[in-house]
């Protein structure tokens, strides 16, 4: 039987909801734009942990309630830390290190939804996710260096992203930029008008849900394998390796006979199947 984890009811800045296997994540503090603050961080760390561990959950849509996406840091909370100790903001900057490596590193299929504006940290959750879709309306900063801090943390996923010659541009100017800039640079996926948003997000999301769960899983812990690597024998021989393991999987076996059979495979939603 599928595990299944229910997020507890209560948060404080998130609104979650479940529907066909898809887990929706919306940050919920329209108010501020969205910003992190440490309850936040802490929020979504734990959902994401929850909804990972989850066998029901087959898909995470990471979106922001309001007009913007996420506008990065809270300043009141900034403000606050200003009087931490460099203990107490090591610890702080290292509660919203994990939770970007935690929805990095989820086992599931991750997509973000940017339907306004992203900057700084809100930058860095759209680099972390799988597939990333904006609203043409929406825009962009990494606006850190205006304040006389770095994108730090966000760092690693925003240049795995967009690439060192980007960041280069964009993490010392921190100058706005649209859509358009941001699919060219690859931050984004795919941008559509935002009376189009949910629509597209519901298309990757059904395309999303026909392929094997297990098999996502291990094309995301083969791409992480792979990535950055020489072409080298100890590569060759572990995706030998890999491909090996996954198709002697009951889920392998399920998808090649399924394919050779001419029917569905048993892990589509019944409400795909009907469709296909």
Not at 41 to 66: P, Q
Not at 193 to 206: H, K, Q, S, T
Not at 240 to 256: F, K, L, N, T, W
Request: glycine share 8%; aromatic share 6%.
């Amino acid at each position: 039987m599928a595990r299944k984890k229910i997020p507890p009811p209560g948060y404080e800045t998130l609104a979650i909801a479940l529907h066909d296997g898809v887990a929706v994540v919306a940050l919920n503090r329209p108010d501020v734009h969205n910003a992190f603050n440490a309850t936040l961080i802490s929020e979504l760390t734990e959902v994401l942990n929850v909804l990972d561990e989850d066998d029901a959950v087959r898909a995470v849509v990471l979106a922001g309630n309001g007009k913007s996406f996420c506008a990065g840091a809270d300043l009141n909370w900034m403000k606050k830390m200003a009087g931490y100790s460099a203990e107490e903001n090591l610890a702080d900057a290292q509660a919203l290190a994990l939770m970007l490596r935690t929805l990095n590193g989820l086992s599931k299929p991750t997509v973000a939804r940017v339907q306004g504006a992203a900057y700084g940290g809100g930058v860095g959750l759209t680099a972390c996710c799988d597939i990333a879709i904006a609203a043409i309306e929406a825009t962009f900063a990494l606006s850190e260096a205006k304040l006389g801090l770095i994108p730090a943390t966000i760092s690693p996923y925003v240049i795995e992203a967009i690439g060192a010659r980007q960041a280069r541009r964009y993490f010392l100017t921190g100058e706005r930029f649209d859509a358009a800039e941001a699919y060219r640079i690859g931050l984004v996926h795919d941008i559509v008008p935002i009376a189009d948003l949910d629509d597209r997000v519901n298309e990757v999301l059904g395309t999303l849900l026909l392929a094997g769960p297990r098999a996502q899983l291990e094309c995301k812990a083969l791409i992480r394998g792979v990535a950055h690597r020489p072409i080298d024998a100890a590569v060759i021989s572990g995706t030998a390796e890999h491909i090996a393991a996954v198709r002697a999987s009951p889920e392998g076996r399920e998808g090649v006979a399924a394919f050779l059979q001419k029917r569905t495979p048993a892990w589509v939603p019944a409400a795909l199947a009907k469709k296909r």
